[in-house]
Structure formats: C-alpha cells, structure tokens
C-alpha cells in the first residue's frame, strides 16, 4: 500500500508554530510513527495537507521533507484505529438519547447536530473504517429520529434509513419462537430478552438448520427470520427498537452484545462476560438449560446498569 510520509523538525523555542503544526497534524488525522515523523495513507488531499504543515514548518526556521513510501496495510492500520473516539461519541449520544422528552426534544435535536457534525469529522479520518462507526452512525440516526418523535409525536413520518416499525407486544404472546441451536451471545441475549419484555410464555425451538423452522414459529437471528440483523443492528438491538425497548440500561446492555456479536466498540465488562457465557456454553449441552443460565447474567447486568444510571 501507498502511504506519505511526513519528516518534520521544529525550533523548541517556537510553541506557536509547533502548536499550529499539531493542530494540523490532527485534524487530518495523521498518525505519529515516532517523534517527528507522521504517516497518512495516500491521497491527493492528504498530500496537500501534509505538504502545507511543510510549508508552516519551513517558514517558521524548521525542517520538513515529505515522502512517498510504501508498506503493508496491516502494520500500519492500526496507527488508525478510531474505536475510542468513536466510543466516546456513542456515550454522548446515549446520555442524550436517555434524557430525551418532549420538553427539551428542540434541544436535544440543536445536540445532535452537533454530535453529527463531530461524527462526520471523525469519519473524515476513518481511513479503514470497521464496525465502531457503523455503530456510532446508527445510534446518531437512532437519535435524530428519537428526537424528531418527542418533537411531533403525532406527526407521521416517512420511514427512514435504518427505522424499524415500531411493533405492539401484545400481537406476540404466548408463541413459538425458533432460533439456531446452541446459541450464542445475541440469540441468549435476544431469548432473554424475548421472555422477560416481549412474551413471558415464548417457547423456544433450537434449530439444526433455518431451514427447519416451522412457518407457525418466529424466527430469529438467521438470515430470512422474522427478527434478525437489521442494517448496522444485531438482532438484539432489532427488538428494541421493534418494541419500543429502547430504555438507557437496555441500549447498554445492546452495545454490549453488539460488541460480542458482531466487534465494534467493546464496552469494559465485554470480556468479561464473554468469558462467563463461554464457559457455560462449553459446560451446558442442554440449550433450554443454557438459557435459564445465562439469563441470570443478563437479568445481573441490567439490574447493574440500572442502578448506575440512577439518580
């Protein structure tokens, strides 16, 4: 792969144009090889960028030489690796979804604007963009239409990218549900989470194949199911938003599975539990005793961020 190659030496004595320089550097989002020396994938406007941060070091008595260069893409991607930033982006954007009501929803669309506009420049430099600013784009979407609601509840709106319809729980009680035999963390979660919100009396099918699935069964979490992956959206985070669920501690608990799931932003109790589920899915072969397992690590984790998020 192409990469520029910055070289820049500035007068200690100078903080002004140094300063200047970081700022640059920065913003275009390079990435620091060693003191002195920055790297950014090729690209006409990230040459012109460079080359400018060149010309500010060599009018202020510095040095800079700026160089085409190659080398592999894997030992230099992670130099840009934008998951923090995007994870602190994502904890704004919950904070703000979970104090959203019609009283402050004005506000909180003039908020996210802004955290649009930050998203946008943090995309800018998301040169090998993953599954954090899919996430991050997806809970901002999320947002706005959240907001656009509190704003104009009964104003009708014409769906959008990535809106579900919003579904009544009362049309799924008491029904077979049908997901892939020994589940993992989005169909446990999502099975839980069917039980406890969406129908207390939900029987479960553990299927060998999709295909096995009985047309009087809902699916879920495989590919044509009723309730599955949804745009940048596990199954889990899909039943939220199809019933309505999206509540502070649940949304946390979704950025959880999302990052067991499927990568992207790894909350700090991820590895954790990953390790927990793991060992009961090694030591359970009984996949409806599996569940009740597991559903005590979910039900212990909600009622933990529950609690956190309390007054």
Not at 58 to 68: D, K, M, T, V, Y
Not at 198 to 226: M, Q, Y
Request: charged share 25%.
């Amino acid at each position: 792969m192409n990469w520029h190659l910055l070289i820049l030496s500035l007068p200690t004595q100078n903080s002004t144009a140094r300063m200047r320089c970081w700022r640059a550097l920065k913003a275009c989002g390079a990435a620091v090889l060693r003191d002195g020396v920055y790297l950014l994938p090729q690209g006409e406007a990230r040459h012109d960028a460079l080359a400018a941060i060149a010309d500010e070091a060599r009018q202020n008595e510095g040095s800079a030489f700026l160089l085409p260069t190659q080398g592999p893409e894997q030992a230099f991607a992670p130099l840009f690796d934008r998951t923090e930033e995007f994870a602190a982006l994502l904890a704004q954007i919950a904070e703000l979804r979970g104090a959203l009501n019609g009283g402050n929803a004005m506000d909180g669309l003039k908020q996210g604007r802004k955290l649009r506009r930050s998203f946008e420049q943090l995309a800018a430099t998301d040169f090998f963009a993953g599954e954090a600013q899919r996430q991050a784009e997806a809970a901002l979407l999320a947002l706005e239409l959240a907001a656009q609601r509190a704003l104009s509840p009964d104003e009708p709106m014409a769906a959008a990218n990535g809106e579900i319809a919003r579904l009544r729980v009362e049309d799924f009680r008491g029904r077979l549900w049908a997901t892939r035999r020994r589940p993992w963390v989005d169909r446990l979660a999502s099975a839980w989470l069917i039980r406890r919100c969406i129908d207390p009396e939900a029987r479960f099918l553990w299927l060998k194949s999709p295909a096995d699935c009985p047309k009087k069964a809902l699916g879920f979490d495989f590919d044509g199911a009723t309730f599955s992956h949804q745009g940048a959206r596990v199954t889990f985070e899909t039943l939220l938003a199809s019933f309505g669920l999206e509540t502070p501690p649940l949304l946390r608990l979704g950025l959880l599975v999302h990052s067991l799931d499927a990568g992207g932003v790894q909350p700090p109790e991820a590895v954790g539990v990953e390790r927990v589920l793991a060992g009961m899915r090694e030591a359970i072969e009984d996949d409806d005793l599996l569940l009740h397992t597991a559903a005590g690590v979910f039900e212990g984790l909600l009622i933990a961020f529950t609690k956190e998020g309390g007054p």
